[in-house]
C-alpha cells in the first residue's frame, strides 16, 4: 500500500470530496417557513400558497413550504431578522422595510407617485438597478429578495370621513407604520401619525384609537376595516413594492435549478396577483357601496404638490437617483 500520495494526487482527492460535499449540500431538502403580518383571506396570501405549490411540484418536492399567516411568527420586522440569521423564514415586506436594512436607497420606489401604473413598477422591479441593490442586501444584511413585484393595487384613504384635498387631514389621527418612507409623505400632510400593528387596525378603528388608515381596495376587504370605517378617499399615494424575501443562507442552500424555479415562480405570482387586484377593484367597488361605503375622488396634483417635498429628504440618497428610478421604470 502506497502511503504517500502524490502532491497531485492529494489535490484531485480533495476536489472530489468538494464536489462530493457540495453536491450533498445542494441536493439537501428545505423546508421554508412563509410568515406574513396578513390574513389567509388575503389575495397575497391565496397567492404565495399557489406559487408554494408550483415551485414544490417543480422541485419534486426538494423545496417544501409551511405557512404561518396573521403574525404567527410575529412582526414584519421579526421575520426580516429571523430570515438574516439564516433561518429558513421567508417573509412578505416592503422595499420600504428593506431600505432600513443596510440600502437606503431602496426606500425611494415606494415614494408617492413615483411611478404612473403597475407596468412602470414590474418594469423598476426587476430593473439592473434595483437588483444591484439587491445584492447589496444579500451580502450585508444576509437577506434575498425573491420578487417585490406583488402589487395589490394603489392604495387609499380611509376614515371617519372623506379627504378630497391634503388640508382635511390636517390633525386626523392616522394610523402609519413606522417607517421612514411612510412618515415623510404623511407628515407634510399634517396627520398624527399612530402606529398600531395591521392586525390591530381593525379594533383601532372601532374604538377611535385612530380615525384613518391606508390600504389598496384588495387589502381593505380582507381586513374588513370598512365595517367601521365608512369613508374612502382614492388617493392613490402609493403602489407598494411588496413580495417576499428569505434567508440569503438558505437561499444558497438549493441548487441553481431551484432557486431559478423559485425566482421564476414567485415572478409569475406577483403578476397573477397584479392582476387580480386590478380586476377585483371595480367588484369591491359595488361591494363596498352596498355595505354603506362613501367614496370620494382626491385632488390627486394637490397631493403630489403637498408630498414633493419627501423627494428631497433623504440625505442618504445619491444625488440623480429619483432620474434614474424613473429611467428604470420608463425603460428610457
Known sequence: MNYFASPLRLLAAAATMSTMLTGVALSQDLTIRIATVNSPT?????????????????????????????????????????????????????????????????????????????????????????????????????????????????RHMIGTAGYPEPADLKGVRMRVPPVETWLKTFQPLGVVATTVEAAEVYSALSQGVVTAAESPLTGLRASGW?????????????????????????????????????????????????????????????EFEAQGVTFHEADLDAYREATASFYTSFPAWPAGLYDQVRAAATGE
Open 226 to 286: 370598512q365595517e367601521v370605517a365608512k369613508e374612502i378617499t382614492l388617493t392613490g399615494h402609493f403602489n407598494l413594492f411588496t413580495g417576499w424575501v428569505m434567508s440569503e443562507a438558505a437561499f444558497q442552500q438549493m441548487s441553481d435549478a431551484d432557486r431559478a424555479i423559485l425566482l421564476e415562480e414567485f415572478r409569475k405570482g406577483g403578476q397573477d396577483l397584479t392582476k387580480v387586484s386590478a380586476d377585483l377593484e371595480t367588484e369591491i367597488r359595488t
Open 42 to 154: 388575503s389575495e397575497s396570501w391565496k397567492g404565495v400558497m399557489a406559487t408554494a405549490e408550483r415551485v414544490t411540484a417543480r422541485t419534486d418536492g426538494r423545496v417544501k413550504f409551511e405557512g404561518f399567516p396573521s403574525g404567527q411568527l410575529g412582526s414584519t420586522t421579526d421575520s426580516i431578522e429571523q430570515a438574516s440569521q439564516g433561518l429558513p423564514v421567508m417573509t412578505f415586506t416592503s422595499a420600504s422595510f428593506l431600505s432600513s436594512f443596510g440600502v437606503p436607497e431602496l426606500s425611494i420606489v415606494e415614494g408617492p407617485f413615483v411611478v404612473s401604473n403597475t407596468d412602470e413598477a414590474e418594469k423598476l422591479a426587476f430593473s439592473d438597478l434595483l437588483q444591484g441593490y439587491y445584492d447589496r442586501l444579500a451580502e450585508t444584511a444576509g437577506i434575498r429578495v425573491v420578487a417585490i413585484n406583488w402589487f395589490d393595487g394603489p
